[in-house]
């Protein structure tokens, strides 16, 4: 299984666009790279999964590089209720295949 | 609405006490799984299952004990707590046939063993 990198924590301000990145030099060429966020003690949200094109969605945009190595998820207008622990989580489409979290990184929406 | 639901939410129990966690999804799919979520070390997996009567361990499958006899419930059982499985406890499931294979997760049983 591939190991990730991210940041440990980052701040943004309100309104802005959020930009996560995740590391994942390691990753195989059958591993999708899947991001959920973390409430508080909540539940793991999904926010958006993709293999080698960029995707976006209504919660977020991902941009992978072209080698695969690395990804960056976007959150285009970052409110307050975006404050979160967010993983990026490199999987393999198998449902016999677990789903890693790391540690994520800690993300501060500031008014 | 489509839903991950667990029972009980909070509980406090005592050292050797059986207890189950009741974990429910109304969605059909076929992958569940159990997660203990400690400070400092994050989300690990206990157990999961890819279909009804499909079990297998993951990464702290140790005191721990699941069943799936029906596609829709993945109770997690506890034969004798022990004050180290005092922990945050998430249950999750996926669709395996429509190829997604995201994650829904149920909002957390947070579990004290005293």
């Known amino acids: 299984d591939a190991k990730t990198t991210q940041p440990p924590s980052m701040d943004c301000a309100e309104g802005r666009a959020a930009n996560l990145p995740c590391n994942h030099s390691?990753?195989?060429?059958?591993?999708?790279v899947y991001w959920y966020r973390q409430i508080h003690s909540q539940g793991p949200q999904y926010i958006i999964h993709g293999l080698k094109n960029n995707e976006t969605n209504e919660m977020a945009s991902l941009i992978i590089t072209e080698d695969r190595k690395s990804s960056t998820l976007i959150l285009p207008h970052a409110t307050l209720r975006d404050t979160a622990v967010y993983y990026c989580i490199p999987h393999r489409r198998s449902s016999a295949s677990k789903i890693i979290f790391g540690s994520g990184t800690r993300l501060s929406i500031r008014p | 609405e489509a839903q991950v639901t667990q029972n009980p939410r909070y509980l406090i129990t005592v050292t050797g006490k059986k207890l189950t966690v009741t974990c429910s999804q109304n969605m059909n799919h076929e992958y569940m799984s159990w997660y203990r979520q400690d400070p400092g070390l994050g989300l690990r997996q206990i157990y999961y299952s890819m279909n009804v009567e499909v079990t297998d361990k993951g990464d702290v499958p140790e005191g721990y004990k699941v069943s799936r006899k029906e596609k829709r419930n993945f109770p997690l059982i506890l034969e004798s707590p022990s004050p180290n499985q005092t922990s945050l406890y998430f249950c999750a499931s996926s669709s395996v046939a429509s190829g997604s294979y995201e994650q829904y997760f149920g909002p957390g049983t947070r579990l004290t063993v005293t």
């Open positions: 390691t990753i195989s060429g059958n591993e999708y």
